[in-house]
Nanobody, 110 residues
Framework: QLQASGGGLVQSGGSLRLSCVAS????????IVWFRQAPGRYREGVSC????????YYIDDVKGRFTISRDNAKNTVYLQMNSLKPEDTAVYYC?????WGQGTLVTVSS
């Protein structure tokens, strides 16, 4: 089971840190992907991180602004989002091993 949290309302240029906490998995040997879905748009992958944290990937839209990381001791993956833009407004989901978190809403006002 995955639990995403950390969303909220922030002004353009602000920052938020999302968390994705895993429970019920036998170990941390899984990659995590963050997706987002904006109103009226398809869900899109934003960033992912390998099980060890040694490999990461970002879509071009968020490169240089978002940072994904994980703390396996806490079974948690983070998505640090800086320099947020109104177009980052979306429900953000984390997924791994076929499980999806419930989503957390990020709203960026202009």
């Amino acid at each position: 089971q995955l639990q995403a949290s950390g969303g909220g309302l922030v002004q353009s240029g602000g920052s938020l840190r999302l968390s994705c906490v895993a429970s019920g998995f036998q170990d941390n040997d899984y990659a995590i992907v963050w997706f987002r879905q904006a109103p009226g748009r398809y869900r899109e992958g934003v960033s992912c991180i390998s099980s060890s944290g040694g490999s990461t990937y970002y879509i071009d839209d968020v490169k240089g602004r978002f940072t994904i990381s994980r703390d396996n001791a806490k079974n948690t993956v983070y998505l640090q989002m800086n320099s947020l833009k109104p177009e980052d407004t979306a429900v953000y989901y984390c997924t791994g091993l076929g499980s999806w978190g419930q989503g957390t809403l990020v709203t960026v006002s202009s």
